[in-house]
């Protein structure tokens, strides 16, 4: 399966844990992006990253919340001290790079990973 | 203002009819892509149509076509002989901008029932 991967698929945490949702995008793919999607809502950008890099993280809460995509390995979403509120899906999208065009502009979604907070 | 807006909370739709899912988007960049995914209740994010601001013909993949009115700033989605499995959740999304950067953000989402 050559898709985007995420895991875990569920996840529980209790509040003030910390819960890390991994991402690894398709292959050819530089570029990820994590959306939330709370229940009946639609996707809200988080961040959106390259290698190394973090290149806008405009839609990520300024605390408890990080990302990375390093050199080698998955890309991390990491939420310290979770509370209930944070229960939401957590989807991972991956593009080939940016520029126009279906193949190049087109971000291809992971099965998401469904966050519980108890 | 919204950028991308779904008006129709949700449909129904008979088996083997066609049905239209609203869409229209709101930018000043001349270079901007739509899509639409489909999420079934399983929840995954499906791909279904691209459709670039350059493009001169009409998005088709297969029963999916998208009816693109630049000057209206729409992009409606067509599904032709509806099946059962394509009750879903079904979202407009639109990248802005180019020449780095790709940003992209979501309608809230029509909800469409097929009906047997």
């Known amino acids: 399966n050559a898709g985007v991967m995420q895991n875990p698929r569920h996840l529980v945490r209790r509040r003030g844990q910390e819960a890390r949702l991994r991402c690894s995008p398709m292959?050819?793919?530089?570029?990820v992006y994590w959306y939330r999607q709370l229940p009946e809502e639609g996707l809200k950008f988080m961040v959106y990253l390259q290698k190394e890099n973090i290149i806008d993280e405009s839609g990520m809460p300024k605390e408890r919340f990080s990302a990375e995509f390093p050199k080698e390995g998955p890309s991390i979403l990491r939420i310290q001290q979770v509370v209930r509120g944070d229960s939401a899906a957590y989807f991972c999208a991956s593009s080939r790079q940016v520029t126009s065009g279906r193949e190049t502009d087109t971000q291809y979604f992971g099965p998401g990973t469904r966050l519980t907070v108890l | 203002a919204q950028k991308i807006t779904q008006t129709q909370p949700g449909m129904f739709v008979q088996e083997k009819e066609a049905v239209t899912l609203d869409c229209t988007y709101d930018?000043?960049?001349?270079?901007?892509?739509l899509f639409w995914y489909k999420q079934p209740s399983s929840g995954e994010m499906i791909f279904l149509i691209y459709?670039?601001?350059?493009?001169?013909q009409n998005a088709t993949e297969g029963r999916y076509s998208l009816n693109f009115q630049k000057a209206r700033k729409s992009a409606n989605l067509v599904i032709s002989a509806s099946q059962l499995g394509d009750s879903a959740m079904y979202f407009c999304a639109m990248r802005e901008g180019w020449g780095g950067y790709q940003k992209v953000t979501f309608g809230i989402g029509t909800k469409l029932q097929v009906i047997p």
């Open positions: 930018t000043s960049d001349p270079s901007y892509g």
């Open positions: 292959k050819g793919h530089s570029h």
């Open positions: 459709q670039g601001s350059y493009d001169q």
